[in-house]
Nanobody
Framework: QVQLLESGGGLVQAGGSLSLSCAAS????????VGWFRQAPGKEREFVAG????????SYADSVKGRFTISRDTRKNTVYLQMNSLKPEDTAVYYC???????????????????WGQGTQVTVSS
């Protein structure tokens, strides 16, 4: 079992920054891939960023490359998503998720992640 808790969402103006945190508990944190996803109203949940076991492999959606940075601190059992140069189209509920079937390969399909946090709202005003 893995429990995930996101924090750090909020309201920010376009061009601003937010930092999200995903605190994990339960199964040994370093043994699985963690991904960030987001879902805007009326849209499907989409992959944002992912990081593997050691942090040696990182993947980003094209829409956030160069603006978002994912990182993990295994001592704190936490994964972070630093979001810079935010745009109104980044507005969504952001979720972190654990893929316990993989330690090194980052998959993009949300259905392959087996544990999810409750989500945190990010709103970017124009």
């Amino acid at each position: 079992q893995v429990q995930l808790l996101e924090s750090g969402g909020g309201l920010v103006q376009a061009g601003g920054s937010l930092s999200l945190s995903c605190a994990a508990s339960g199964r040994t944190f370093s043994n699985y891939v963690v991904g960030w996803f987001r879902q805007a109203p009326g849209k499907e949940r989409e992959f944002v960023a992912g990081i593997n076991l050691s942090g040696s492999s990182i993947s980003y959606a094209d829409s956030v490359k160069g603006r978002f940075t994912i990182s993990r601190d295994t001592r704190k059992n936490t994964v972070y998503l630093q979001m810079n140069s935010l745009k109104p189209e980044d507005t969504a509920v952001y979720y972190c998720a654990a893929d316990t079937a993989h330690q090194y390969t980052i998959v993009l399909r949300s259905t392959l992640y087996d544990y999810w946090g409750q989500g945190t709202q990010v709103t970017v005003s124009s």
